[in-house]
């Protein structure tokens, strides 16, 4: 058994009812929870980016891609190794503060994250924050002594540095062009 | 202007279909009306449960090669299909599946009949339509029936709103050959990640294996279901004679390597021979084509040709490397990957490999019973008394075990058996439709009495429409393979698996119009079949055997492939 780690999967899929259903039932046939995922569309209005987080060792992170491939919708898909990938989710965290040098300190902490308050009432603070997952369990770790009284986060999305795009020519890519048709 | 369900119809000339096998219902009225109109174009056999008819398809699809085609109605209609679409995705059967779901303003209310049948069957088709838009159906149709025929074959459905079959749209004939270049095929043809054209094998690949060809003093090939879907058979025979190497043939290969060839060493895994076997355990390079090392082939992945070099090669990029760990493969058609090889490779000599690997049994003898009838002797006499080119249609158990070790198969789609989703049930449709699509050649159904009891009800299609297949019943009064187990593994608890019971299956087939015979002797046997090729018409004959009788060699699943449990 190889090691276990994190996976970041983009795909880009045709933008059509149903399409994400055959996506991550592949997954949980496989008994495989998705840590993160994340679904919007691209430049392109008929096809939308799925950006999927899951913990696999390289073998089956591999056959995973290999069967996403075959689904019709698909058109390209691309494991994205962290080190060479821009990584980012929105979180969103309500935080309890109810006297003013509670929201002193809250606003303090958000400054240091560079996090944004983007709503207050009389009893709590809301944050928004970008970030990879280091960052936001930062914040969220900090905010614990406050009580965090609600959170929500949008799910990783990731793009390659540099000029590759997941449409780029490589040699993963070359030899499927041999064997695309594997309908 | 045209309504869905003509535009349907007329989708299925343009792909040259003349034969549908189906169950009509309330919501697929329409289609059906209009099949009406067609008839003499269009023939449809009406089974006797949409089961049924999922089945013949499949037979029909394997047999000649064309893509088959089903009809259903909305709810239990579709579900009554579901083991005949996870039976042709298994096996990569080409069958395109239609019903008709209820209209546009009942759909997800849990309507009369109403089912999610393309949520149902998202994991067992290659892939699925839900028709809201009468605009794109001749579209859909076309794509529905390409992508079931193209690389590695399979399964697709397709489910139309009642609606949408009503309603009209503009309909512009397409010939086949521009489906590629139009509409959603073109469309999806211009996109880098799918391709509907048999791929070309990688030369340096290619290359790659011919050197390890010429290194390898034990080479093993192994036949399997790809060279049977890909009708690679002849590239296959004369790759095998060039690098003349022993070939060991999976359950699903059948057909695609001749069983009578001198380089054949019979089935190979959990049923293989022992040749087969001891060959995988002991070649330095095995070459697979078109198998996927299921857990009946690969019993334990881990050890399975640990002294070998294992080479894939599959049209399917998916199947590279999922069950075994391979140190070569190959991506492509097996016909075309098979063509450069042969083209590339010279001719090589293995005299003491094959000398040792044929000096293991090759097929199990069985005890003559004298009088009494054995398996191998029922195969026997029907082998002896029937045409070589018979279609063999079996069911799933000890009698498709010992259809497929002792009748010997010569081309893609002598044998039909449903070998990745062992459905029980399936032999006897499969075998309609293998019949209405070769109503030149004999077709014979072999199945047990567990498995013939479960879709016997299609005798009567048999009946009704005259498609003479003559049924063998290998009647142990147990339900034989889980029965083999049970003595084997669990201490003779028969749990469950006897079936001393009804019905008298001669009376069953009289009752259905056909005739029926018991036999208990080869003479009887002999005897019955005469009687049956005479008769012309469907013909029931109910072989008694012991029900001890086992399917010999046996391994036990995941344990190492030589190590023989029975042999």
């Given at each position: 058994m190889n090691e276990i780690k994190k996976h970041t999967i983009a795909v880009l899929v045709d933008?059509?009812?149903?399409v994400l259903s055959q996506v991550s039932r592949l997954f949980s046939r496989k008994g495989y929870n998705i840590e993160s995922l994340a679904v919007g569309t691209t430049d392109n209005p008929k096809v939308s980016r799925i950006t999927i987080e899951v913990l696999a060792d390289d073998d089956h992170a591999y056959l995973l891609s290999n069967q996403l491939r075959k689904?019709?919708?698909?058109?390209s898909l691309k494991l994205l190794p962290p080190e060479k990938s821009i990584r980012r989710e929105l979180l969103l965290l309500k935080v309890k503060a109810e006297t003013a040098e509670k929201r002193n300190e809250i606003i303090q902490i958000a400054n240091i994250f560079r996090a944004n308050i983007v709503d207050v009432s009389i009893g709590a603070l809301t944050l928004a924050m970008i970030g990879d997952e280091s960052k936001t369990e930062a914040l969220e770790n900090i905010l614990k002594e406050f009580e965090v009284l609600e959170l929500a986060r949008t799910g990783i999305v990731a793009l390659e540095r540099?000029?590759?795009?997941?449409n780029e020519e490589t040699k993963e890519k070359g030899e499927f062009n041999y064997g695309k048709n594997v309908l | 202007m045209m309504t869905g369900a003509k535009i349907l119809i007329e989708c299925l000339l343009e792909q040259g279909v003349d034969t549908v096998f189906g169950y009509p219902g309330g919501t697929i009225l329409n289609v059906y009306d209009e099949l009406y109109k067609y008839e003499g174009r269009i023939k449809h056999i009406l089974t006797a449960h949409e089961q049924g008819a999922s089945h013949a398809a499949d037979g029909y699809a394997r047999s000649t090669g064309k893509v088959g085609v089903c009809f259903v109605t909305s709810g239990p209609g579709a579900t009554n299909i579901t083991t005949g679409i996870a039976t042709a995705y298994m096996d990569s059967s080409p069958v395109v599946f239609i019903s008709c779901n209820v209209g546009e303003d009942l759909?997800?209310?849990?309507?009369?009949?109403?089912?999610d049948i393309t949520g149902i069957t998202m994991p067992i088709t290659k892939c699925n339509y839900l028709v809201r838009d009468v605009n794109k159906l001749a579209d859909i149709v076309r794509e529905a029936f390409a992508i079931a025929r193209s690389g590695r074959p399979g399964p697709v459905f397709i489910d139309i709103l009642q609606n949408v079959s009503a309603q009209e749209a503009d309909y512009t004939p397409v010939p086949q050959s521009q489906h590629f270049t139009t509409g959603r095929l073109g469309a999806l043809m211009e996109r880098?990640?799918?391709?509907?054209?048999a791929p070309t094998p990688d030369e340096d690949d290619i290359d790659k294996l011919v050197e390890m060809i010429r290194n390898s003093e034990k080479p093993l090939l192994i036949c399997g279901g790809g060279v049977v879907r890909g009708r690679a058979h002849k590239e296959f025979l004369e790759f095998a004679e060039k690098i003349d190497s022993p070939v060991a043939i999976t359950v699903m290969g059948?057909?695609?390597?001749?069983?009578?060839?001198?380089l054949t060493t019979g089935m190979v895994g959990m049923h293989g021979s022992q040749a087969s076997n001891m060959a995988c355990d002991g070649c330095d390079l095995l070459i697979a084509v078109g198998?996927?090392?299921s857990n009946r082939v690969a019993l334990d992945p881990e050890s399975f040709a640990s002294q070998a070099k294992i080479v894939q090669i599959d049209i399917?990029?998916?199947?590279?490397?999922?069950n075994v760990k391979t140190d070569h493969h190959i991506i492509g058609d097996a016909k075309k990957v098979l063509e450069r090889l042969n083209s590339k490779i010279e001719q090589q000599e293995h005299d003491e490999w094959k000398k040792y690997v044929f000096s293991f049994k090759t097929e199990t003898e069985y005890e003559e019973g004298g009088e009494a009838l054995t398996p191998k002797q029922i195969t026997k006499t029907i082998a002896n008394l029937l045409p070589q080119d018979t279609i063999v249609a079996t069911d799933v158990g000890q009698h498709q075990m010992w259809a497929i070790q002792h009748f010997h198969y010569d081309y893609p789609g002598q044998l039909l058996t449903?070998?990745?989703?062992?459905?029980?049930?399936?032999?006897l449709g499969a075998a309609i439709g293998a019949k209405v699509g070769n109503p030149e050649k004999t077709v014979i159904h072999v199945t047990g009495d567990g498995s013939f009891r479960?879709?016997?009800?299609?005798l009567c299609t048999e009946q009704y429409y005259d498609i003479p297949v003559i049924t063998f019943i290998f009647n142990n009064g147990v339900l034989g393979m889980v029965r083999q187990w049970q003595t084997l593994i669990?201490?003779?608890?028969?749990?469950?698996?006897?079936?001393?019971?009804?019905?008298?299956f001669v009376k069953l087939a009289e009752a259905y119009g056909l005739k029926g015979r018991r036999v208990a002797t080869v003479v009887e046997l002999e005897d019955a079949i005469k009687e049956a090729v005479s008769w012309g018409h469907g013909y029931v004959i109910d072989c008694a055997i012991d029900m001890d009788e086992m399917v010999k060699p046996m391994v036990a699943g995941g344990s190492h492939i030589t190590k023989f449990i029975v042999c």
């Open positions: 933008n059509e009812a149903g689904l019709i919708p698909v058109h540099g000029q590759e795009t997941i | 759909i997800g209310k849990d309507s009369f009949q109403e089912v880098s990640s799918h391709n509907f054209e059948g057909g695609g390597f001749q069983g009578r060839n001198p198998c996927r090392f399917d990029r998916a199947e590279i490397n999922k449903s070998g990745g989703f062992g459905a029980m049930g399936f032999g479960m879709n016997c009800n299609e669990k201490d003779k608890r028969y749990s469950q698996t006897n079936l001393d019971r009804g019905p008298d």
